[in-house]
């Protein structure tokens, strides 16, 4: 049985709780009503002998109907949890959603945010499920509403909820073969780029200058007949940015949220092609992962390393829809991460990333970047930007961007990711290890090490 068959909408996960009440009492009532037949069993065995024509039928009666009983009990405990009785057979959704959203309410209350942000140096709180679609959907709607049905695109929104469905498996499509990649001046890239197309047949490589990645934006607008001329649109605010970086970053969030793919830098090189990158085209021991079943990953992993304990119930291995790796993780390398200028002591690479198109973790990511340059326009502080790029359009932000995502949808926090030297499959996204996109020189053979970062910064 599909699972897209079962699955609900992202906006049919809301306003489940009160379903799950009512199923908890009807439990309480089943009890109720077997602890009323004991006691009128006990009673009838205390009350002595009786003349055997008029006993003998009220025996009779009750063996058969605690038979009959137990019988039904059976029948509905096996038809509902099968062989595992700690974890809902995969073909059962409705009970499969109902463990999902108990599991991740219960991992949201327990949730410790002031002392995660502390830690981390996260901005912002950590949303629930339902808070976070409210955000992204607030986002598409001040940004990338559109006024007219694209042939291309769609509708973009129906798209986003397509990756907000926490159990989605079956309808998952791999991520498109494109590079795109970013130059201020595509005749002075270096030689060493050119490894991206050489290394992968069949993937189609785009590099875009400022024009271009102009040129784009406004064509995608154009397909979604949205207005850029009005003031406070996507496009307008681009171009109020005072510095070139900020825009240049932007702009990589909205090429894959609406193409899909890898973006990289162009002073980097691919050292391994994408096809034998660990966890992307199948299970692969480098990858501590139990399939797509977040379920196990919420009640089964070992935190101290990240194994997951197989309990047969394991769905069929589905492509991830999006790919980070680790750039810093100051707490396995024992290292001043301020020292070293990074934004965040566990912090996600922003030189190189992937995700099929219209992933929620882009969109968030341009929503804060749109409103953080409102809130530095309306203040008059935008000139002060040189400080601020990190956590403005920076992987300081996009750090923040997954670790909302992540936890809304799958209650993991970053204590999860750390001191981790295997790549991490949770749901649909696939983590890639510390320096996994800014490899050493040796050892060359580590497929967990597959893009050289030579920080030429040809893209300022």
Request: proline share 6%; with cysteine; hydrophobic share 40%.
């Amino acid at each position: 049985m599909s699972s897209a068959s079962w699955l609900p909408t992202a906006s049919s996960w809301k306003g489940k709780a009160a379903a799950y009440q009512d199923e908890e009492e009807d439990a309480g009532l089943l009890l109720e009503n077997r602890s009323d037949w004991q006691k009128g069993h006990q009673s009838i065995a205390s009350a002595g002998p009786k003349r055997s024509s008029q006993r003998a039928p009220k025996v009779v009666f009750w063996i058969v109907g605690a038979f009959a009983f137990l019988c039904a009990v059976g029948l509905i405990g096996s038809w509902m949890f099968g062989k595992d009785s700690h974890l809902p057979s995969r073909e059962d959704g409705p009970t499969r959603e109902q463990a999902y959203q108990r599991r991740l309410a219960q991992l949201h209350k327990e949730l410790d945010v002031a002392s995660l942000r502390d830690e981390f140096n996260l901005h912002g709180d950590i949303p629930d499920y339902t808070a976070y679609i409210a955000r992204l959907r607030s986002t598409y709607d001040k940004y990338f509403t559109p006024t007219k049905t694209s042939s291309m695109v769609g509708d973009p929104w129906s798209h986003v909820e397509a990756h907000l469905d926490p159990l989605r498996t079956s309808d998952s499509k791999a991520i498109p073969h494109i590079v795109s990649s970013s130059a201020k001046n595509k005749s002075q890239i270096m030689p060493a780029f050119s490894s991206w197309a050489e290394k992968n047949k069949g993937w189609k490589v785009s590099l875009f200058d400022d024009e271009d990645a102009s040129k784009f934006i406004a064509s995608t607008f154009n397909e979604l007949g949205i207005d850029q001329k009005q003031q406070g649109s996507f496009s307008n605010l681009l171009t109020k940015m005072p510095s070139n970086i900020l825009r240049v970053d932007t702009f990589r969030y909205f090429r894959i949220f609406f193409s899909g793919g890898l973006y990289v830098d162009s002073d980097t090189s691919c050292r391994h092609a994408m096809a034998d990158w660990p966890g992307l085209k199948g299970p692969h021991p480098k990858v501590a992962h139990g399939g797509d079943d977040v379920l196990r990953f919420l009640t089964s992993v070992a935190r101290e390393n990240l194994t997951i304990a197989d309990d047969g119930a394991a769905p069929r291995w589905t492509p991830p829809s999006l790919v980070m790796g680790l750039e810093e993780d100051s707490f396995m390398a024992r290292e001043d991460w301020r020292a070293m200028t990074f934004a965040k002591p566990l912090q996600i690479t922003q030189w190189a990333f992937m995700a099929e198109p219209f992933h929620p973790v882009l969109l968030d990511a341009l929503g804060t970047v749109m409103d953080r340059t409102v809130h530095e326009l309306e203040k008059g502080t935008e000139g002060d930007y040189i400080n601020k790029i990190l956590e403005w359009t920076g992987p300081g932000m996009l750090t923040d961007a997954v670790w909302r995502y992540m936890g809304a949808l799958y209650g993991a926090t970053p204590r999860d990711f750390t001191f981790n030297q295997k790549a991490v499959r949770v749901g649909g996204m696939l983590m890639l290890p510390h320096m996994a996109f800014r490899a050493p020189d040796e050892p060359k053979d580590d497929l967990l090490r597959p893009i050289v970062h030579h920080h030429k910064h040809e893209w300022w």
